[in-house]
């Protein structure tokens, strides 16, 4: 059963795949959403599910991030902002977006990471490459080079983690 109580028998196999991809956390989901683009490689229908992983991920409590917020712009929400909106607009892997208005009157979009998510991609990154390692050892394996790959998602997630990248791309 999920969280909810509801049996997850009477779910479709996608659905069950995407759910456990959501419980083993964000670098599991990030897997699913690249895994979403790829119709040719899982099938239609799975890439279909995989896809409510690019914005359709649990938010993080609104207390916590109004917290982060303030700690990270060192100043209280209300003097940031004439308004802030708490729930987010869309919540993924990484973080989540938030709709604000400065004092300024111009609206904005506020991107939060995830508290502590950095650390959780890490540790997820070393299960990643501990299991690359073993599959390498597998001959149908082989081919697709289980430890290089994995270590291409570790650089592009660790890039993606870094927002002043983002922010640099902006200006």
């Not at 959780?120 to 299960?127: G, N, P, T």
């Amino acid at each position: 059963k999920d969280r909810d109580g509801q049996l997850l028998a009477n779910l479709s196999r996608e659905t069950r795949i995407r759910l456990a991809l959501v419980e083993l956390g964000p670098t599991f989901i990030k897997l699913g959403q690249i895994l979403s683009t790829r119709p040719d490689i899982v099938g239609v229908p799975f890439a279909h599910e995989l896809a409510r992983l690019q914005c359709d991920v649990e938010a993080t409590d609104p207390k916590k991030i109004r917290k982060l917020v303030e700690s990270e712009l060192g100043q209280p929400i209300e003097d940031l902002f004439d308004a802030f909106e708490e729930k987010p607009l869309a919540s993924a892997s990484i973080g989540q977006v938030h709709r604000a208005r400065l004092k300024t009157g111009e609206a904005v979009v506020l991107k939060v990471q995830h508290p502590d998510i950095e650390r959780k991609v890490r540790v997820d990154l070393d299960i990643f490459a501990g299991l690359a390692q073993l599959a390498e050892k597998i001959p149908e394996f082989m081919n697709y080079r289980p430890r290089a790959t994995a270590a291409e998602f570790q650089r592009t997630l660790l890039r993606e983690l870094d927002f002043s990248r983002e922010e640099r791309n902006l200006l």
